[in-house]
């Protein structure tokens, strides 16, 4: 059985730093794209970064360029999302997800819908 497990969020400062974890279980990845979600409250579920772990290919949605960084750890099987100079606007329900067969920059392009497995949330808040 497949399992992502989200870890890491809690309150961040503007301009501050926080780091997620998504570890994995029931899977490899070969073959797989994981990816960063995130939920602000009434606001839809958008994608903030992807990874093919297999070959380390690594994209990013243009609001977080620049100040997350996407890791993976095909040892351990997790997945990270380092985050730098956190602002107010990157409070959000934070996912991990897995999509087979595809890469990260097919990933990023595609539905959150269409991700098959999902980890449980973590909240991130950023305060000033």
């Known amino acids: 059985e497949v399992q992502l497990q989200a870890s890491g969020g809690g309150l961040g400062q503007t301009g501050g730093s926080l780091r997620l974890s998504c570890a994995t279980s029931?899977?490899?990845?070969?073959?797989?794209?994981m990816c960063w979600f995130r939920q602000a409250p009434g606001k839809e579920r958008e994608v903030v970064s992807c990874i093919t772990p297999s070959n380390g290919d690594r994209v990013y949605t243009d609001s977080v360029k620049g100040r997350f960084t996407i890791s993976g750890d095909n040892t351990k099987a997790t997945v990270d999302l380092l985050m730098n100079s956190l602002k107010s606007d990157d409070t959000a329900e934070y996912y991990c997800a897995a999509a087979w067969q595809l890469t990260a920059a097919q990933a990023i392009r595609i539905s959150y819908k269409r991700f098959e497995y999902w980890g449980q949330g973590t909240q991130v808040t950023v305060s000033s």
């Open positions: 029931g899977m490899t990845f070969d073959d797989v794209a």
